[in-house]
């Protein structure tokens, strides 16, 4: 029973982020700086291939220091490009007893993602792996965007290898991710169908332009163009469902928490007061490339893991950190970013009552 068996771990996450939360459950981590693309909308842009990585080593002494937590993200730069990206998954996977395991690319380099995700799932077969490949658009607009010719090409390729992959393990989980723009949001419908009608993935996510992008002539759509663009993302994540026969729990859990992300976006473009104060710090962090760790990956870090020993909780609870939680708090800081939101809604107990409102109303 897929259905049931998901429905469980939403209910668990949600039950362990409210009665614990000041304690990391989800974190992202920037694994690399170096990229192979140049895309014109990363707000990560001015920090691309710099050294200082942290070193395995190092990387170790920062795991053994954090704890069980439930979600690991890997960014970057392009994740796929550290040559020991394995044996980094293993310490958090060994070390921090994750359950799951998410990693974002481009989807350039097809070899060594298929052969790293097919290690993965062999000598853990209990981790939930997830993969999201980044598809901005049809060809000519997705190449475009991410300033390398073929991209598109090699990332569709790299998604067809995984689906073959996908048949033997089905403790992996592939997405593809698009970023909403100025430039893309006429095509939407269209794109949405052609990802539907051409890769058996999980399902199709979506997330809104953010942070200090390059290229200035795109930008964020018009609220109203959001707004409707987020009715068409909640259809098109109903038919995923009744592909996958996914029974009424399971279709909740997904339509409800989708429903609820996009008011609470809808709500800080509005410019209106949030719903929840943000967790930020607090069950969910990041640390970059070079050690810095911040409450959220638009904020200010708040210390260097390299300064404390590489004791993460150390830095969390440096009086940088503590005054920053404080500011988030009383400036009602918010974002558009769905990691951020969906671990801030879980962690407040009231937001049940919101989940059953904008499943049934919204």
């Not at 509005?270 to 967790?279: D, H, I």
């Amino acid at each position: 029973m897929p259905g049931l068996k998901n429905f469980t771990r939403y209910s668990t996450q949600f039950l362990k982020n409210t009665l614990v939360r000041n304690r990391p459950e989800f974190l992202i981590f920037f694994v690399t700086s170096n990229c192979n693309c140049l895309c014109n909308i990363c707000f990560y842009w001015q920090e691309l291939n710099k050294s200082g990585s942290l070193s395995l080593d190092e990387i170790r002494k920062i795991s053994r220091s954090i704890g069980r937590f439930r979600i690991l993200l890997l960014s970057g730069g392009e994740p796929f490009l550290r040559e020991d990206l394995f044996e980094v998954c293993r310490q958090f996977i060994e070390n921090n007893k994750i359950s799951a395991l998410t990693i974002p690319t481009n989807g350039i380099l097809t070899e060594k993602i298929v052969d790293f995700c097919g290690r993965v799932l062999r000598e853990y077969p209990e981790l939930i792996l997830s993969v999201s490949i980044s598809l901005d658009g049809f060809r000519e607009l997705h190449d475009s965007t991410r300033g390398v010719a073929g991209v598109f090409d090699k990332a569709a390729e790299t998604l067809r290898k995984l689906l073959k992959l996908k048949n033997h393990y089905k403790n992996l989980e592939l997405i593809v991710n698009t970023v909403i723009t100025n430039r893309n949001i006429g095509q939407l419908g269209p794109f949405m169908d052609f990802v539907f009608d051409d890769f058996d993935i999980d399902y199709h996510d979506f997330e809104l332009l953010r942070g200090d992008y390059k290229d200035k002539n795109i930008y964020l759509p018009p609220l109203e163009a959001i707004k409707r663009a987020h009715k068409l993302i909640v259809r098109n994540r109903r038919r995923y469902l009744k592909k996958e026969k996914a029974n009424f729990l399971e279709h909740f859990a997904a339509i409800s928490l989708l429903k609820l992300s996009q008011k609470i976006k809808e709500r800080f473009l509005a410019g209106k007061r949030p719903l929840f104060a943000c967790s930020a710090g607090r069950n969910i962090a990041v640390i970059d490339a070079n050690g810095d760790v911040k409450l959220c990956e638009l904020l200010p870090a708040v210390g260097n893991l390299k300064d404390t020993n590489y004791d993460f909780s150390a830095v969390l609870n440096l009086k940088k950190a503590k005054e920053l939680k404080r500011t988030i708090k009383d400036t009602n800081c918010s974002c558009t970013h769905v990691c951020f939101i969906k671990l801030t809604a879980s962690s407040y107990f009231r937001s049940i009552f919101y989940l059953i409102y904008n499943y049934i109303i919204y």
